[in-house]
């Protein structure tokens, strides 16, 4: 590939799999820890949602750039089962992360709880997406 390539794959290593996920997990358990029902929203709360939309735009970029400068057997498996998932569970895990914090959240009929069980349904999401993406 080139330097180009070099470059993008540098962002998406540093930036999508070492600081935005150190930063969204801490803010996670920070959310989790300090949520009041019926409280208003902090500004973490409404910073949250925006840095997994960003962890997700980082990772359909690179998916994006990798389609375009690959070919053959390299692009067939980008867009092949099981890979194609990551970019899909990328996009829900970023929708899941704003009904999470916000009023629309499936699971606020659990009260306390609804915040940790929202939450943990984004982890598992974000550990599969992970595995995903590692073992293709």
Same mark, same amino acid.
């Given at each position: 590939m080139g330097p180009v390539f070099s470059v993008v794959f540098q962002i998406h290593s540093i930036v999508g799999e070492m600081i935005l996920p150190l930063v969204i997990v801490a803010m996670a358990? !920070?959310?989790?820890?300090? !949520? *009041? #029902?019926? %409280? #208003? *929203?902090? #500004? &973490?709360? *409404?910073?949250? #949602?925006? &840095?997994?939309?960003?962890? %997700? $735009?980082? $990772? @359909? @970029?690179?998916? @994006?750039?990798? &389609?375009?400068n690959t070919s053959g057997a390299a692009q067939a498996r980008y867009l092949s089962f099981p890979f194609i998932l990551h970019p899909l569970i990328g996009i829900l895990a970023a929708g899941l992360a704003h009904m999470a914090v916000g009023g629309r959240n499936p699971l606020r009929g659990l009260g306390r709880w609804a915040p940790l069980a929202s939450l943990s349904v984004l982890l598992v999401l974000v550990v599969s997406n992970v595995l995903i993406g590692v073992r293709t």
């Open positions: 358990i !920070y959310l989790v820890v300090t !949520y *009041r #029902p019926n %409280a #208003p *929203r902090s #500004p &973490l709360t *409404r910073v949250f #949602p925006v &840095l997994v939309d960003l962890q %997700a $735009g980082l $990772g @359909i @970029i690179f998916w @994006i750039f990798l &389609l375009f």
